[in-house]
């Protein structure tokens, strides 16, 4: 799926494949505004769970640095979707982040976190658990690539 050369990362995807990740920027589109979303609450935990104040303090530290980040590594994944076959190790790590964060809202909304372990066991009839184990494996493969030097 991903090979690297130097600073140059090449993916191969099959068209349903890339149709797939190109799914990718519309789940995340809204999902910051989305309070109550299983997804929203996933990506915005508190960091500082016995500390409410801390955390929406940290929070409005980083919020703006946080919404350019995830808009910029969405562009990427949107790229790809497009047909885009090459990236940086820098867009690379962008595009394994915008992944993290599909892989979380899915499994989130598919209810994978109250299932606990096991949730793999319940795949082959779900097709959200499915797309949370598809992300993944290529999450596991981009790392692995990146990984080689």
Do not use: K
């Not at 991903?2 to 099959?14: E, I, L, R, S």
């Not at 990740?21 to 016995?50: N, S």
């Not at 808009?71 to 940086?88: C, L, P, W």
């Not at 909304?109 to 096991?118: C, I, K, L, T, V």
Request: hydrophobic content about 45%; cysteine-free; charged content about 30%.
């Amino acid at each position: 799926m991903f090979f690297v050369d130097d600073d140059v990362v090449t993916m191969v995807f099959t068209d349903d494949e890339r149709m797939l990740l190109g799914q990718i920027p519309r789940l995340l589109h809204d999902i910051d505004t989305a309070v109550g979303d299983p997804g929203y609450e996933v990506l915005h935990r508190a960091i500082y769970r016995d500390d409410p104040d801390a955390s929406r303090e940290l929070e409005d530290l980083v919020a703006s640095d946080r919404w350019e980040m995830r808009s910029s590594d969405r562009q990427i994944v949107e790229r790809v979707g497009q047909g885009v076959a090459t990236m940086t190790r820098q867009e690379a790590r962008g595009f394994l982040r915008s992944l993290n964060e599909a892989r979380l809202v899915v499994a989130a909304r598919a209810g994978a976190f109250e299932s606990g372990p096991g949730w793999e066991e319940m795949v082959p009839a779900d097709r959200s658990l499915a797309a949370v184990a598809w992300l993944g494996y290529v999450q596991a493969d981009l790392i692995q690539a990146l990984s080689v030097e």
